[in-house]
């Protein structure tokens, strides 16, 4: 918006016979540098005139102030530290790199001030970037010793002599051949997305697509520009978006821009990624709008099933409906006719099979069934019974069980016997020739017997199948493996859990394994082997920063007088001790699993211990005693688990106050597999 408000002005100013003034270079490099005293960042700077020099200008000299800024921090860090590290400077990277340069060359010149030595720093090629801040912090004035002309520099004499910082009022970018930037300095650089060349003075286009600069993420094909790039999607939107130059996808709104195809009576309403078309004219209760907007009356009486109680008779309004009460009633065996005015008889034979599959009679208000062979009619209920033939003759008809069907009867036998070829008579059947025992059959009269080899015994369930003994399932069968019993055949064998144990030489207890004295472990040279139940634990000990290996799984303070930092060493523990501990899940609680207090009690100490880390669901809990404390487990435990307890313990002796830490391992395993 800017540049085209330049343009028009300019037309303004041609059409009228005026000339249009544009900022001096002198403006635009102090605009910069105006804008970066303000913290603005140079590469996004609002712009003060359409002039492609005026940008390079406002941009380096804004950049130029940054570095000043910059340099002149590492100075006062040099002066007033007199150390340098990139971790006292605040800032992006390449901004403490700059503070860390010129403190680092101020530091140069305070030790050549300190040695008397000339602030010249002959024989020193330190550059034009560091040979500023040394000479500055050299204690020599180098103004003084330069000639005081502000128009002349000294030339140096040989390639040795290092030339001192251009003087106010000189510009060492007059006579520049750089293709693109010169700076502050002298020197040549590029704008962003160049790179200098070999000359020191030409700018080519740094390809960031190939060389692994751009940011463009899955999905995104990254297309080099001059002096920058940008990435473009691999897929289109889809239907209903459009892709934006920032590369994302947006909503196409197809009401704005009027290609939806709601009609007149319609309204357009915007959606994420299509639209919606709602009537203008909304309907009362009882109409509905058709589908060019009018609104219809709904018929009630056929949209909803049984609007009407039963007994009345629906009738259709304009937006409404009422129901009228039937006033003629009929008897059983009649029905009212479709005009509502008598009553007719009703033909059950025609209705449906009402007789269920015999012959039906219909009569005036009434009808009778034709039963077949072997049934009866049923005058209360109007259907046909069937006779049971087995009732009615008991003892007569079938010698063992007689079954009643469907207008007939059968007889059949119990179990052990078989119909004879009358289908009355009953005789034993031989059951062993079906061989229906899993072992040895005995038949008897009627039925028969099964009988099971040594080491088997008859099923309760089905009195045939032959099951083995379970030894593991007897009532003894807990004694008889400390971890798992397994039936075979005839007999049993025990089983450790897979890993962690080994059967003992009696074929029935479990032992841990030792892994860390038996070397079964994995744990690496610098790690210790720790040995639970059924496993093991690798351990690391190491002291933290400010502490020293006092002894195994101890660490103590170093002397803070010998700290970088003295005020937050004081702040660290006197001591860190390191421990293990291991018991197994389901331990009754409350149970106590470590204590911890001084070594020696002095009347009137103060103890303060508390869990600083590692249970953070609360199933430890410390009880203060009278000469320390006891870490307490207040929450039951089903499952395996490690925890990694941090306690402090603060004691007051004499007044003073000292801090102890101890690291605890809890390492929570399954119960011994060992039953008594």
Not at 194 to 209: A, P
Not at 211 to 240: D, K, Y
Request: with cysteine; net charge negative; charged share 20%.
């Amino acid at each position: 918006m800017a540049r085209w408000t330049i343009i028009l002005w300019s037309l303004y100013g041609v059409l009228h016979g005026q000339e249009i003034q544009l900022p001096t270079i002198q403006k635009c490099c102090q605009d910069g540098r105006t804008r970066a005293q303000n913290g603005q960042v140079c590469t996004i700077l609002p712009l003060i005139s359409s002039s492609h020099i005026c940008m390079i200008a406002q941009e380096q000299c804004c950049a130029a102030a940054v570095r000043d800024r910059l340099c002149g921090n590492g100075i006062e860090m040099a002066k007033g530290q007199g150390a340098c590290e990139r971790p006292f400077f605040e800032g992006e990277p390449w901004e403490t790199k700059i503070s860390k340069m010129c403190c680092d060359c101020c530091m140069l010149g305070l030790m050549m001030a300190s040695q008397d030595s000339n602030c010249e720093l002959q024989g020193l090629l330190l550059g034009r970037p560091c040979a500023y801040p040394a000479k500055t912090c050299c204690g020599k004035n180098t103004t003084a010793e330069t000639k005081p002309s502000t128009n002349v520099t000294e030339k140096p004499e040989a390639r040795d002599t290092v030339t001192a910082m251009p003087l106010e009022g000189l510009d060492p970018c007059r006579d520049s051949n750089c293709s693109q930037l010169c700076v502050d300095d002298g020197l040549c650089a590029c704008l962003g997305g160049y790179q200098l060349q070999n000359d020191g003075v030409t700018c080519e286009d740094v390809n960031e697509c190939l060389n692994g600069g751009h940011n463009c993420v899955l999905g995104q094909v990254c297309i080099n520009t001059e002096g920058s790039f940008r990435c473009q999607r691999e897929t289109s939107c889809g239907t209903g978006y459009e892709l934006k130059d920032d590369n994302n996808c947006q909503d196409i709104n197809e009401c704005t821009l009027g290609t939806h195809n709601c009609g007149a009576e319609f309204v357009c309403t915007n959606t994420e990624g299509s639209f919606r078309c709602h009537p203008k004219e909304r309907c009362s209760s009882g109409f509905i709008q058709d589908a060019v907007g009018s609104c219809i009356d709904v018929n009630e009486c056929v949209a909803h099933t049984s609007p009407c109680l039963p007994g009345q008779t629906c009738i259709n309004t304009v937006g409404s409906y009422t129901c009228r009460r039937n006033i003629v009633t009929c008897g059983r065996g009649y029905h009212l006719t479709e005009d509502g005015t008598r009553c007719e008889d009703v033909d059950e034979c025609r209705t449906g099979n009402v007789c269920v599959n015999h012959g039906c009679i219909n009569l005036i208000g009434f009808y009778r069934c034709e039963c077949r062979t072997g049934f009866i009619f049923n005058s209360i209920t109007k259907l046909c019974d069937d006779i049971n033939e087995c009732r009615h003759y008991p003892g007569r008809l079938c010698t063992h069980k007689c079954e009643n069907t469907e207008g007939s009867y059968k007889c059949s036998c119990t179990l052990g016997f078989k119909l004879s070829q009358d289908n009355r008579n009953c005789e034993d059947v031989n059951e062993c020739e079906a061989n229906p025992c899993s072992q040895e059959c005995a038949n008897v009269y009627g039925s028969y017997q099964c009988y099971c080899r040594r080491g088997y015994q008859l099923s309760d369930i089905d009195g045939i199948t032959c099951d083995d003994i379970d030894e593991c399932a007897l009532p003894t069968g807990g004694n008889v493996c400390s971890y798992r019993c397994s039936n075979t055949p005839g007999s049993f064998y025990c089983t450790c859990p897979p890993t962690g144990y080994t059967l003992a030489h009696n074929g029935r207890t479990c032992l841990d394994i030792d892994e860390c004295a038996a070397g079964r472990h994995t744990c690496s040279v610098s790690e210790s082997c720790f040995n639970v139940q059924g496993g093991f634990r690798c351990l690391s000990f190491s002291c933290p920063q400010n502490f020293r290996v006092a002894a195994q799984g101890r660490c103590e303070r170093l002397t803070c007088e010998f700290t970088q930092d003295p005020a937050s060493c004081f702040l660290l523990p006197l001591r860190i001790s390191f421990y293990n501990i291991s018991f197994p899940t389901n331990t009754p609680v409350p149970a106590d699993v470590f204590r911890m207090g001084p070594s020696n009690f002095v009347l009137g100490d103060n103890m303060q211990i508390n869990i600083v880390s590692g249970d953070e669901e609360g199933y430890f809990i410390v009880q203060q005693l009278a000469h320390g404390g006891v870490i307490s487990l207040r929450r039951n435990l089903t499952q395996p688990r490690d925890f990694f307890l941090t306690m402090e313990m603060r004691l007051i002796r004499y007044g003073m106050a000292q801090l102890y830490m101890a690291k605890i391992a809890v390492f929570v395993t399954h119960e011994q597999p060992i039953w008594p």
